[in-house]
């Protein structure tokens, strides 16, 4: 049975820092693509940063270039979102998604997505 398991959310001040991390078992996702969803509430799941198979290319939303970094660990099968600057308006649920058999991201929306997490809370208090 393939589990993403996130760590890492928490409670913030904003222009302070978190790390997420996600681990997945079950299966290896050294070749496919993996990326950092999230949202807000009475808002839709947006895409936030991906990676692809290798790390070699990443991918960011707009709003998040230059404040959050995504990465990856094969050895350890492990996705990790370091975020920085944060504000209220980062305040979310985030999520870890996996494609599987595909190494990189396209649309960069939750069609794509084969293996979803269970979510992380990310708050922002100002």
């Known amino acids: 049975q393939v589990q993403l398991v996130e760590s890492g959310g928490g409670l913030v001040q904003a222009g302070g820092s978190l790390r997420l991390a996600c681990a997945a078992s079950g299966r290896t996702f050294r070749r496919d693509a993996m990326a950092w969803f999230r949202q807000a509430p009475g808002k839709e799941r947006e895409f936030v940063a991906g990676?692809?198979?290798?790390?070699?290319?990443?991918y960011y939303a707009d709003s998040v270039k230059g404040r959050f970094t995504i990465s990856r660990d094969n050895a350890k099968n492990t996705v990790y979102l370091q975020m920085n600057s944060l504000n209220v308006e980062d305040t979310a649920v985030h999520y870890c998604?996996?494609?599987?058999?595909?190494?990189?991201?396209?649309?960069?929306?939750?069609?794509?997505?084969?293996?979803w997490g269970q979510g992380t809370q990310v708050t922002v208090s100002s």
């Open positions: 990676i692809s198979g290798t790390g070699g290319v990443t």
């Open positions: 998604a996996a494609r599987a058999g595909s190494a990189w991201w396209w649309s960069k929306t939750v069609n794509e997505v084969d293996y």
